[in-house]
Nanobody
């Protein structure tokens, strides 16, 4: 599965952005999918994830109530709606497959190139 994220940009605090990720090569329907981000000097973190049917989701505490994750399996697309963006949301965002266990959501094997989100105050 090849993944390509898009939709990043430079915005002001309080603005919104919608990231998109398109999968090619094979269907990503069976996979849990997620958005990770990495800010300069910081470790990569899982921001949001979604089960293949969309019935189960995960959000990092820092983005709960502000970000929404969704997917369109028919179009092999994954989305991240980001509202009320803050400067601390500045990072490169990556879409990727996710491994779900009873106690964790972990990075999977499929990663796309990231898209940069810059939020200024």
């Amino acid at each position: 599965v090849q993944l390509q994220a898009s939709g990043g940009g430079s915005v002001q605090a309080g603005d919104s952005l919608r990231l998109s990720c398109v999968a090619s090569g094979r269907s990503f329907s069976p996979y849990y999918m997620g958005w990770f981000r990495q800010a300069p000097g910081r470790e990569r973190e899982l921001v949001a994830a979604i089960s293949w049917r969309g019935s189960s989701t995960y959000f990092a505490d820092s983005v709960k109530a502000r970000f929404t994750i969704s997917r369109d399996n028919a179009k092999n697309m994954l989305f991240l709606q980001m509202n009320s963006l803050q400067p601390e949301d500045t990072a490169v965002y990556y879409c990727a497959s996710v491994i779900r266990s009873p106690t964790s959501w972990s990075p999977g094997n499929y990663w796309g190139k990231g898209t940069l989100v810059t939020v200024s105050s």
